[in-house]
Nanobody
């Protein structure tokens, strides 16, 4: 079973940038995509971005396209979510997640990390 550990969250000011990391281990042939989600208090978990594990095909939610960027390093074990021009409404717990395909993982991933808190002050 793939294990995912997010890091990089914290308290930032509106307009700041922040880069989240997702360290992965235990990947099998069943996991071919990684996605980023967030969940604000009282709200549904929201898809943000996804990337194929091998070919780096990406997909973004319209709400963050052009402002957030998902990527992975050359090893394939570390994934990132670069967030620019953060806004107070970006405040949420951010999760990385893994699944079999890009499209499916963007909707219903199989595995989740523990999450990292991002708080954006005005």
């Amino acid at each position: 079973q793939v294990q995912l550990v997010e890091s990089g969250g914290g308290l930032v000011q509106a307009g700041d940038s922040l880069k989240l990391s997702c360290a992965t281990s235990g990947r099998t042939f069943s996991e071919n995509a990684l996605a980023w989600f967030r969940q604000a208090p009282g709200k549904e978990r929201e898809f943000l971005a996804a990337i194929s594990w091998s070919i780096q095909l990406t997909r973004y939610a319209d709400s963050v396209k052009g402002r957030f960027t998902v990527s992975r390093d050359n090893s394939g074990n570390l994934f990132y979510l670069q967030m620019r021009n953060l806004k107070p409404e970006d405040t949420a717990v951010y999760y990385c997640a893994a699944g079999g395909t890009l499209d499916v993982t963007a909707k219903r991933p199989n595995f989740w990390g523990q999450g990292t808190q991002v708080t954006v002050s005005s």
